[in-house]
């Protein structure tokens, strides 16, 4: 059974930055999306940014210009690489892999951005 391994969470201050990561336990193939979504208490989980099978990046008009998401096929590795980070921002991130013969999630790294 495979399974996405997050981290890079922690506390940090406004203005700040954190990478987070979400490496797969072995490959997996025919993967057509990877995604990072984040939930804060009390709201809906929502997507904050996405790359396709063939690289393309989307990402939520909330992040546009801070956050990047990349992919390490070789390591098997999903990043998020946040900056410009706000109170706002703090939620639990989740990372998303999706494939013809697969959905599977990583269990969430808590960010929080606080003075």
């Known amino acids: 059974q495979v399974q996405l391994v997050e981290s890079g969470g922690g506390l940090v201050q406004p203005g700040g930055s954190l990478r987070l990561s979400c490496t797969a336990s072995?490959?997996?193939?025919?993967?057509?999306?990877m995604g990072w979504y984040r939930q804060a208490p009390g709201k809906q989980r929502e997507l904050v940014a996405s790359?396709?099978?063939?690289?393309?990046?989307n990402s939520a008009d909330s992040v546009k210009g801070r956050f990047t998401i990349s992919r390490d096929n070789a390591k098997n590795t999903l990043y998020l690489q946040m900056s410009s980070l706000k109170p706002e921002d703090t939620a639990a991130y989740y990372c998303?892999?999706?494939?013809?013969?697969?959905?599977?999630w990583g269990q969430g790294t808590q960010v929080t951005v606080s003075s």
């Open positions: 998303n892999w999706r494939g013809t013969y697969i959905d599977i």
């Open positions: 072995r490959t997996i193939r025919s993967i057509y999306m």
């Open positions: 790359i396709t099978g063939g690289g393309s990046t």
